[in-house]
Antibody, heavy 121, light 107 residues
Framework: QVTLKESGPGMLQPSKTLSLTCSFS??????????VSWIRQPSGKSLEWLAA???????YYNPSLKSRLTVSKDTSNTQVFLKITSVDIADTATYYC?????????????WGQGTLVTVSS | DIQMTQSPASLSASLGETVTIECRGT??????LAWYQQKPGNSPQLLIY???SLADGVPSRFSGSGSGTQYSLKINSLQSEDVASYFC?????????FGGGTKLELK
């Protein structure tokens, strides 16, 4: 059974660095074709893809946020991390991690429950 | 970057009705198009991938179609449990973008 769970600070101040962790089970990110992405959703709004890391360790970023994002994974291939630097109020959102479909890396077949991050002074 | 325009933004329909949601890309996305359903308080759930392939466990009243820049999601015989927001998503060259979403309510 594939499960993903996000964890984060809940609240942080503007200009700080946001660190998020996606812990997953039921698959290994070292399996060929696997991709884990980070996606966020401000309350009442649409979804925004942020970053992805694949089984080979290749990393992909949303061009509009690339300078602020760093995605990485642990050596055991059971966790993926995301750092966002210089956060501001516009970064307030629910942050999801999601895994690719087993037949295509282009869609998100499994999602975590999301973690709400509020940026406030 | 490819942008996705989804319409309508909101939709009210009756039980048993057929509903269609549209999504248009700014470029050809070669059927790399998915649809997700998100119920309030829940994470999105994959409905359709590769424009017209039904994800595991999704009822057959959901279907997807389209090509090039134009795609649609159809829900036949609307059920009360279909009340949700729906999002399209495209994939191109390791970049993913979502449409603005459609909120479906019962009339």
């Amino acid at each position: 059974q594939v499960t993903l769970k996000e964890s984060g600070p809940g609240m942080l101040q503007p200009s700080k660095t946001l660190s998020l962790t996606c812990s997953f089970s039921g698959f290994s990110l070292s399996t060929s074709g696997m991709v884990v992405s980070w996606i966020r959703q401000p309350s009442g709004k649409s979804l925004e893809w942020l970053a992805a890391i694949d089984w080979d360790g290749d990393k992909y970023y949303n061009p509009s946020l690339k300078s602020r994002l760093t995605v990485s994974k642990d050596t055991s291939n059971t966790q993926v991390f995301l750092k966002i630097t210089s956060v501001d109020i516009a970064d307030t959102a629910t942050y999801y991690c999601a895994r690719s479909h087993s037949q295509t890396g282009s869609v998100f077949a499994y999602w975590g429950q999301g973690t709400l991050v509020t940026v406030s002074s | 970057d490819i942008q996705m325009t989804q319409s309508p933004a909101s939709l009210s329909a009756s039980l048993g009705e057929t509903v269609t949601i549209e999504c248009r890309g700014t470029e050809d996305i070669y059927s790399n198009l998915a649809w997700y359903q998100q119920k309030p308080g829940n994470s999105p759930q994959l409905l359709i991938y590769d424009a017209n392939s039904l994800a595991d466990g999704v009822p057959s009243r959901f279907s997807g179609s389209g090509s090039g820049t134009q795609y649609s999601l159809k829900i036949n015989s609307l059920q009360s449990e279909d009340v949700a927001s729906y999002f399209c998503q495209q994939y191109n060259n390791y970049l993913w973008t979502f449409g603005g979403g459609t909120k479906l309510e019962l009339k």
